[in-house]
């Protein structure tokens, strides 16, 4: 299926295969390049005075079966990933292949066979509702929209299913978002998601709006889910405790890059992007004596806009490791030692990494 | 002495659909230079507990409060106005959670922090303007003379925070609260944060009392934690202890249900089943019994006090499981049972787990 486009990416990421997933298992979707600028405008004829690169090239693979992780912060680019991927927004160059088939262009007609494939689930349980819809036709909606299950008894039957499958009372049928809880209106947003049996579904940030004892119950919830059903999910996160807990592979991004790409397992152990180096080492835990034996890398400054981003590798007014070429010729994403994909003309070191993550020596 | 010491706090709400039992006989001191973690989740009572203690919940109209508050030697309930406006911004300074709320959007970032010197001390405003640089320096805002002149809109969340970090330490404090003053900001930018709170500890001798649901936070910051469920503190201890010997089986539940970035892929997430209760309808007895594998009949009638434990006064926990069984139940959770298969092998008669999906529960 990758034929002639297995780029230097799609080889590497074979490479770099999950633990838990095995090394052939083939790509659901393969991003090549992909694109989206937003023109800033300006005044009275409202010119194009410049842009915002917010995902400025990047390429990646979800394969069969797998959790990929997508991480970075605000402004990085990550939800603008999964809106290009979903279709929900226009990607500006690029292309974006599903189960082999080029659906960059696909028109809206087009697409809506293949929404039924692929289902979103948002961050905020509170605006992702329609709030005078009850959770019965919230969880019903796409079997109307996709014209399946047009037998009215048969589609309650359906959504009460749905109801259960997610730990919600089928007796709430007709209750409206207000009257559920914060955890229980994801689980809405989550059997809306998995009402067409999707092969794919892009979890933007599931559980960083809901409290700590409620979020492990969605994270269960998704896990439990992938495992009955074979989902394949795009996991975006900011968190990256969760992503640990939830991913197989994860895809680092910077300003509207990727700049690493590795197993959950190796990433989290042996980072060899400094960006991600930096992350894994400012992640808090819950640990008091583990906290006082890390060295903290505390990065100077802020992330640079992504109007003017930073020349050749974005990340080096903040890296601890710039030398003068990081700033005159962009790093390739490309296989370091241990297997990680990085974007880095100086990887870490083993013995820079030590001490500085969030992991007991030995 | 201690700089704060908080006695039987106890604020209520009367509201149209009943009285919100907000916070409910908190007692907590905390010394100069040392940092106080207040953990709970939404609805806990862990900010309306510190709101009250600067005296902005007097002026809600339907606020009862009552109880002890004594800072540096002032009794801050009984305190006039007055004493309080001198008090406040000058010794005991607050952060929010969330900075663009908190900064005046018309006017100029550098003239709020001048405002902020002047409230307080009889200089220029040249003078208080070359303070107000000098902090947005030290809270890490690159040309700190040209910020100055910026407008809150001009800055990214992280530094709007550092603003309001400035701000609330331009005139020294002796007492910090923090309340989430991290949650809304990227993980880097938190270390940055973090990092700068416990250099002003060191450096300032300044008393923190940090709000927040992340017990990583907690981990990384504070010397002593305050655990809080339903309006009460249920468990408190130095913060070393709380996560090597933790007594409540809500703190129990918090500890196993947070992903970690240290732990492997397939350590399971234990939630806590449920949801937080109503502040207006609490549960009777203790307020976590409805969510807790170990309740037997009687923790349904008995509220339990705030005690210390046996071995350790520091270490207090309202919990009416025997302490050598909470010692036992917890040794088997941490090595990896559930909390059904803890609690049948340390004998604890139950009735079982209480129902995992929040959504079979009443309400």
């Given at each position: 299926m990758t034929d002639g486009l297995a780029g230097p990416v799609g080889d590497a990421v074979v490479g770099a295969a999950g633990i838990a997933v095995g090394a052939g298992a083939p790509a659901l979707v393969e991003v090549r390049d992909l694109e989206k600028r937003f023109p800033l405008r300006r005044g009275p004829l409202q010119r194009e005075t410049g842009a915002v690169r917010a995902v400025d090239g990047i390429s990646f693979d979800v394969r069969e079966g797998e959790t990929l992780g997508l991480v970075g912060e605000s402004g990085c680019g990550k939800s603008t990933t999964a809106r290009l991927v979903t279709r929900l927004l226009e990607p500006t160059a690029g292309t974006i292949r599903y189960r082999g088939e080029d659906i960059t262009h696909r028109s809206r007609r087009e697409l809506m066979a293949l929404r039924r494939d692929m289902q979103m689930i948002f961050q905020d349980p509170y605006s992702s509702l329609n709030p005078r819809q009850t959770a019965g036709s919230i969880i019903g909606e796409p079997f109307v929209i996709h014209g399946i299950e047009r037998d009215e008894t048969r589609r309650r039957a359906r959504v009460r299913g749905l109801m259960e499958q997610v730990g919600l009372n089928p007796e709430h049928y007709n209750r409206l978002p207000h009257e559920f809880s914060g955890g229980q209106r994801q689980r809405i947003g989550v059997a809306r998601a998995i009402a067409l049996k999707p092969r794919l579904v892009i979890a933007d940030e599931p559980v960083s709006a809901l409290d700590v004892s409620i979020q492990a119950q969605i994270i269960n919830l998704l896990s439990d889910l992938q495992r009955e059903l074979g989902l394949t999910i795009l996991f975006i996160a900011h968190d990256l405790s969760v992503v640990r807990h939830m991913c197989d592979r994860v895809a680092v991004m910077y300003l509207g890059k990727i700049v690493e790409v590795a197993s959950a397992e190796q990433l989290f152990a042996h980072p060899r992007h400094p960006y991600t180096g930096a992350l894994l080492s400012a992640v808090p835990v819950p640990d008091p004596q583990l906290a006082k034996l890390r060295r903290r890398q505390v990065l100077g400054g802020d992330v640079p806009s992504p109007?003017?981003?930073?020349?050749?590798?974005?990340?080096?007014?903040?890296?601890?490791?710039?030398?003068?070429?990081?700033?005159?010729?962009?790093?390739?994403?490309?296989?370091?030692?241990?297997?990680?994909?990085?974007?880095?003309?100086?990887?870490?070191?083993?013995?820079?990494?030590?001490?500085?993550l969030p992991v007991r020596p030995g | 002495m201690a700089l704060l010491e908080v006695s039987g706090l106890t604020v209520s709400f009367d509201t149209e659909d009943g009285v919100v039992q907000a916070v409910d006989d908190v007692s907590y001191t905390v010394d100069a230079g040392c940092a106080l973690g207040i953990v709970g989740e939404s609805g806990s009572g862990k900010s309306v507990s510190s709101l009250s203690v600067m005296g902005l919940t007097r002026f809600a109209g339907n606020a009862r409060i009552s109880g002890e508050v004594r800072f540096d030697g002032h009794d801050l309930l009984a305190a006039g106005d007055e004493e309080l406006r001198r008090l406040r911004g000058n010794e005991i300074a607050m952060i929010f959670q969330d900075p663009l709320s908190s900064l005046h959007p018309f006017f100029r970032v550098g003239d709020q922090l001048v405002e902020a010197v002047r409230a307080h001390r009889d200089v220029s405003r040249a003078?208080?303007?070359?303070?107000?640089?000098?902090?947005?320096?030290?809270?890490?805002?690159?040309?700190?003379?040209?910020?100055?002149?910026?407008?809150?809109?001009?800055?990214?969340?992280?530094?709007?925070?550092?603003?309001?970090?400035?701000?609330?330490?331009?005139?020294?404090?002796?007492?910090?609260?923090?309340?989430?003053?991290?949650?809304?900001?990227?993980?880097?930018?938190?270390?940055?944060?973090?990092?700068?709170?416990?250099?002003?500890?060191r450096e300032l001798d300044t008393a923190i009392v940090l709000i927040t649901h992340d017990l990583g936070v907690v981990a990384e910051v504070t010397d002593d934690v305050a655990v809080m469920y339903a309006g009460r503190i249920v468990e408190q201890a130095p913060t070393e202890r709380l996560f090597a010997r933790p007594q409540h089986p809500y703190t129990w539940g918090l500890l196993q249900s947070i992903p970690r970035v240290d732990h492997r892929r397939d350590e399971p997430l234990v939630p806590i089943p449920g949801r937080p209760p109503s502040l207006i309808l609490r549960p009777s007895g203790c307020a976590f019994h409805p969510r807790c594998p170990y309740v037997q009949e009687h923790h349904k009638r008995i509220v339990p006090p705030l005690e210390p434990l046996a071995g350790d006064p520091a270490h207090s926990v309202a919990c009416l499981l025997a302490?050598?069984?909470?010692?036992?139940?917890?040794?088997?959770?941490?090595?990896?049972?559930?909390?059904?298969?803890?609690?049948?092998?340390?004998?604890?008669?139950?009735q079982g787990a209480p129902v995992l999906r929040e959504g079979l529960e009443a309400g």
């Open positions: 109007t003017a981003p930073p020349a050749a590798c974005r990340f080096h007014p903040r890296c601890p490791k710039a030398q003068p070429i990081c700033s005159r010729e962009e790093p390739a994403l490309e296989v370091k030692e241990g297997g990680n994909i990085a974007a880095c003309h100086f990887p870490l070191t083993i013995e820079e990494v030590a001490g500085r | 003078r208080a303007l070359d303070r107000a640089v000098e902090m947005l320096g030290l809270v890490g805002i690159p040309e700190p003379r040209r910020c100055a002149s910026c407008y809150p809109h001009e800055f990214s969340g992280g530094m709007r925070q550092r603003v309001m970090i400035a701000m609330g330490l331009i005139n020294e404090p002796k007492l910090l609260i923090a309340d989430e003053p991290t949650t809304a900001l990227d993980v880097t930018v938190q270390a940055q944060i973090l990092e700068l709170l416990a250099r002003l500890q302490e050598e069984q909470r010692r036992e139940l917890w040794s088997r959770l941490r090595a990896g049972a559930t909390p059904d298969e803890a609690r049948a092998a340390v004998g604890v008669p139950g």
